[in-house]
Antibody
Framework: QVQLQESGPGLVKPSQTLSLTCTVSGGSITNGGYYWSWIRQHPGKGLEWIGYIYDSESSRYSGTTNYNPSLKSRINISVDRSKNQFSLRLNAVSAADTAVYYC???????????????????WGQGTTVTVSS | DIQMTQSPSSLSASVGDRITITCRSSQNILNYLNWYQQKPGKAPKLLIYGASSLHTGVPSRFSGSGSGTDFTLTINSLQPEDFASYYCQQTSSTPWTFGQGSKVEIK
């Protein structure tokens, strides 16, 4: 059973770079053709999709990323296959980036009535990041 | 971006009640609509995808319906473990967007 675990600093200074890692256990990050995603939740608020990276051993589309345009200029999501991890880097952070950050596995092959759908079916427990000097 | 609007934002109900949460999208998303449950301090869990298909292991008292721009999540015979927040999410086009959430509280 695949499990995800976020790690990284809980406190980041304004204007610096937030770096988080999600370690995948119980399965290889390259098996199954999943989308490895980041989502955040501001204190007491709803969920915001940050972006994903697609990885698959057998696909020429491996490494494809898709980012939220609201954050696109500041983010980078990458995969480290050797460590079975994927990572988020968010540059030039401000207090508005204070949030709980979740990593998740997104399955684009959820079958229903002959069609395939996307859904985030495995989540990490979340890590709180505070931006403050 | 596609805007997702849920109602109500919160509701009080009793164990055994039947409740309905509504989600409306700002444009036609066919049935590319998911529902998640989130308990305090925990990560969300996928309940329903494709507007009406139950994810593996989700109890049958949960059901979803709708297409186009209007969707509903229904919980029949509310159980103590169902008191939580619920979010809809569209996966018709990126950026994926979520509703603001609906909190189900004990009456």
């Amino acid at each position: 059973q695949v499990q995800l675990q976020e790690s990284g600093p809980g406190l980041v200074k304004p204007s610096q770079t937030l770096s988080l890692t999600c370690t995948v256990s119980g399965g290889s990050i390259t098996n199954g053709g999943y989308y490895w995603s980041w989502i955040r939740q501001h204190p007491g608020k709803g969920l915001e999709w940050i972006g994903y990276i697609y990885d698959s051993e057998s696909s020429r589309y491996s490494g494809t990323t898709n980012y939220n345009p609201s954050l696109k200029s500041r983010i980078n999501i990458s995969v480290d296959r050797s460590k079975n991890q994927f990572s988020l880097r968010l540059n030039a952070v401000s207090a508005a980036d204070t949030a709980v950050y979740y990593c998740a596995r997104e399955d684009g092959g959820l079958l229903s009535r002959g069609n395939y759908y996307y859904g985030m079916d495995v989540w990490g427990q979340g890590t709180t990041v505070t931006v403050s000097s | 971006d596609i805007q997702m609007t849920q109602s109500p934002s919160s509701l009080s109900a009793s164990v055994g009640d039947r409740i309905t949460i509504t989600c409306r999208s700002s444009q036609n998303i066919l049935n590319y609509l998911n529902w998640y449950q989130q308990k305090p301090g925990k990560a969300p869990k996928l309940l329903i995808y494709g507007a009406s298909s139950l994810h593996t292991g989700v109890p049958s008292r949960f059901s979803g319906s709708g297409s186009g721009t209007d969707f509903t999540l229904t919980i029949n015979s509310l159980q103590p473990e169902d008191f939580a927040s619920y979010y809809c999410q569209q996966t018709s086009s990126t950026p994926w967007t979520f509703g603001q959430g609906s909190k189900v509280e004990i009456k």
